[in-house]
């Protein structure tokens, strides 16, 4: 069988800057993939040229078999592949059931939507704040909230830009405990994330970018000890100073 989610040596360019540089690699069913590289590198342009939000310059984008390259975001969500944004992007002037219920319209009507919002609000422990306003949530409870808006709209690969950032240690524990409960549902993970600590507890394989190619992949202590890898982290807080703790 196939995988579930191909990119097939993916290009953007902006102007004269190639963001991503023919990058390739798989995820398949109930895998969690890390994908990392210092700032700039091009992480986020490749999350939004999977989902649809940033056109490729050249490559191919497949899920289940299906080329997903050329739609519009709505309609990759719809295939089942959606994405986090890295500064979260809930609508303030709303309750966090409303935020979570305008991602499940893709796929009910409003009231069909809301009852999917509470239902995914209840897997993630999240119900005692579905009336609270998103202004008021902690950082952790503003992940998770960004994590239930994406859950809605039912995907099959879900890719979480930075959504744990600005969490302390036991915060990110919790998160990483509902990524997993997610994965063994079936659950599919891209994960682009600065913590090395939870890049490492977390991903089945890690992919290594800079500048736009990919430099590594294969598991995280494969990847954290490949001297291309650590030489792009140098004066970065370094991949292999961490590693050697994991
Ligand atoms: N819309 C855009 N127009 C022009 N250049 C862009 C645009 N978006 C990103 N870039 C450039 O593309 C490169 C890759 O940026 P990208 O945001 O994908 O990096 P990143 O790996 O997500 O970095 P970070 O870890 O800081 O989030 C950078 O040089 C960035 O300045
Ligand atoms: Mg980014």
């Known amino acids: 069988m196939g995988a ?3 990119a097939d040596a993916i290009c953007v360019t902006f102007g004269g800057l190639r963001a ?3 990058v390739s690699f798989t995820v398949n069913a109930g895998e969690i993939i890390g994908l990392i590289g210092p700032n700039g590198a091009g992480k986020t342009t490749i999350f939004n040229a999977l989902v649809g939000l940033q056109p490729l310059t050249s490559g191919f984008v497949r899920l289940g078999g299906e080329r997903v390259s050329g739609l519009k975001p709505h309609r990759v969500a719809q295939k089942g592949m959606t994405k986090t944004f890295q500064n979260a992007a ?3 002037d709303m309750s966090v059931v409303e935020n979570v219920t ?3 319209l893709l796929r009910h009507d409003l009231h069909g939507a809301r009852t999917k919002a509470e239902a995914v609000l209840e897997k993630l422990g999240l119900n005692g704040i579905a009336q609270a306003d998103v202004a008021d949530l902690t950082f952790p409870q503003k992940a998770l909230v960004e994590m239930a808006r994406a859950l809605a709209t ?3 690969v879900l890719l979480l ?4 950032a600005a969490l302390t240690h036991s915060e990110m524990d919790e998160v990483m405990e509902v990524i997993r409960g997610l994965r063994a549902e079936g659950l599919s993970f891209l994960v682009v994330e600065h913590h090395m600590r939870a890049i490492m507890a977390l991903c089945d394989k890690l992919l290594a970018v800079n500048f736009g190619r990919l430099l590594a992949h294969g598991t995280p202590a494969e990847v954290a000890a490949n001297p291309q890898v650590i030489e792009a982290y140098l004066g970065h807080g370094a991949v ?4 050697a703790h994991a």
């Open 20 to 22: 991503v540089d023919g």
């Open 90 to 92: 809930l609508f303030p």
């Open 154 to 156: 039912e995907p099959r």
């Open 102 to 104: 305008t991602a499940a």
């Open 161 to 164: 830009d930075e959504v744990m």
């Open 4 to 6: 579930l989610l191909e």
């Open 240 to 243: 292999g100073k961490e590693a």
